[in-house]
Nanobody, 125 residues
Framework: QVELVESGGGLVQAGGSLRLSCAAS??????????MGWFRQAPGKEREFIAA????????YYQDSLKGRFTISRENAKNTVYLQMNSLKPEDTAVYYC????????????????WGQGTQVTVSS
């Protein structure tokens, strides 16, 4: 019913920027009423919360260590959520995932009903 497709990942040098996109689709999916989130997972590590945004786009949540470098936004008319990443560091290298429909705690992966397949981000020194 719901598909999430991430794009925009790739190879970038330290200090550079990338913008990730997540396009949502589905016959019964009403994008504008779903909270959306971004997570990442590096090899051997747990999935890590990055940011989340409420349906109205009026409220955002961030991992404290990333706030200021990463910015989440959404464009409901295009069923798309974005993650702008600036001043990238080698330790940002991971697979980045978008997720849909958090319930009570946007920082917990278990709160989300739908996940994309992920896009690889690699930051070289």
């Amino acid at each position: 019913q719901v598909e999430l497709v991430e794009s925009g990942g790739g190879l970038v040098q330290a200090g550079g920027s990338l913008r990730l996109s997540c396009a949502a689709s589905g016959r019964t999916f009403t994008f504008s009423i779903y909270g959306m989130g971004w997570f990442r997972q590096a090899p051997g590590k747990e999935r890590e919360f990055i940011a989340a945004i409420t349906p109205s786009s009026g409220g955002t949540y961030y991992q404290d260590s990333l706030k200021g470098r990463f910015t989440i936004s959404r464009e409901n008319a295009k069923n798309t959520v974005y993650l702008q990443m600036n001043s990238l560091k080698p330790e940002d290298t991971a697979v980045y995932y978008c997720a849909a429909q958090f319930r009570s705690d946007p920082r917990s992966p278990s709160e989300y009903a739908y996940w994309g397949q992920g896009t690889q981000v690699t930051v070289s020194s």
